[in-house]
């Protein structure tokens, strides 16, 4: 069973600029794909969205096989930023073995836009949480 996370993207479309967000796994499955809800925002279609997931897990792994170089070899990988002639794509880790990314206008509030996903993330990652058993007795 494939549990509903689109409430994940729901908050990083509310940032004034955002365009699509997509969840992607670390092999670079599409989990959950969204658009924003804007006249001038085109739905991010599932052919196109399965395109950039795998994109996006490439773009992970290259980011995290450059850390290194940012601080001598002590490097960590935290989060991608990129940008092009139309907008902007912010990329971060979304747990265990999956990632957020989402494209974004020129004129996006950066600050905004990353505190967003950072926020998802941590959600994502308590709502994924099981928490442990409780011992209900000797017969259990």
């Known amino acids: 069973m494939n549990p509903d996370l ?6 990083v479309l509310q940032v004034r600029g955002a ?5 992607v796994s670390a092999d670079g499955l599409l989990l959950e794909r969204a658009s924003a809800q804007s006249p001038d925002v085109a739905e991010l279609g599932r052919d196109d969205a399965e395109t950039h ?10 980011s995290r096989a450059v850390a290194p170089f940012v601080s001598a070899g002590q490097g ?3 989060q991608t930023l ?7 794509i912010f990329l971060i880790a ?3 073995g999956a990632y957020l990314a989402a494209s974004t206008a020129l004129d996006v509030d950066m600050e905004a836009m990353s505190f967003s996903m950072q926020r998802q993330v941590a959600a994502l990652g308590k709502a994924m949480t099981t928490p442990p058993r409780q011992n209900a007795g000797s017969g259990a």
């Open 6 to 11: 689109s409430w994940v993207l729901d908050d």
């Open 19 to 23: 365009r699509h967000a997509i969840l």
């Open 53 to 62: 997931a795998a994109a996006m897990s490439s773009m992970q792994s290259l």
């Open 76 to 78: 960590q990988w935290k």
């Open 82 to 88: 990129i940008e092009y002639d139309g907008g902007w």
């Open 94 to 96: 979304a747990g265990r």
